[in-house]
């Protein structure tokens, strides 16, 4: 199972950008999906999470500016971040509970991390 994560890049505050993770491999199933981020120096934390029924939470700082959703048909999960500021600039995880089709448990996995940089 591999989640390969895309979209980060630089933008400058008060931008937009999308992030998206796809799930591939031998998945059964996909319960939560979930977004994290780490900024220099400082310890991983949850953005936002997303359940495979759509129910979504979000940390404080990023409430009424990123949105968290995903598309079950293409095990993606997405995160949109509009009105970017520069403390959001973060190395970007996506995590996803998966149950695999050669296991019968559910185990977290994470993809490769994409980096945005925002700039004041």
């Known amino acids: 199972v591999q989640l390969q994560a895309s979209g980060g890049g630089l933008v400058q505050a008060g931008g937009s950008l999308r992030l998206a993770c796809a799930a591939s491999?031998?998945?059964?199933?996909?319960?939560?999906m979930a977004w994290y981020r780490q900024a220099p120096g400082k310890q991983r934390e949850l953005v936002a999470t997303?359940?495979?029924?759509?129910?979504?939470n979000y940390v404080d700082s990023v409430k009424g500016r990123f949105t968290i959703s995903r598309n079950n048909a293409r095990r993606t999960v997405y995160l949109q971040m509009n009105s970017l500021r520069p403390e959001d600039t973060a190395v970007y995880y996506c995590?996803?509970?998966?149950?695999?089709?050669?296991?019968?448990?559910?185990?977290?996995?994470w993809g490769q991390g994409t980096l945005v940089t925002v700039s004041s």
């Open positions: 995590a996803a509970d998966i149950v695999t089709s050669t296991g019968l448990h559910v185990s977290r996995f």
């Open positions: 491999g031998a998945i059964l199933s996909i319960n939560d």
């Open positions: 997303v359940t495979r029924g759509g129910t979504t």
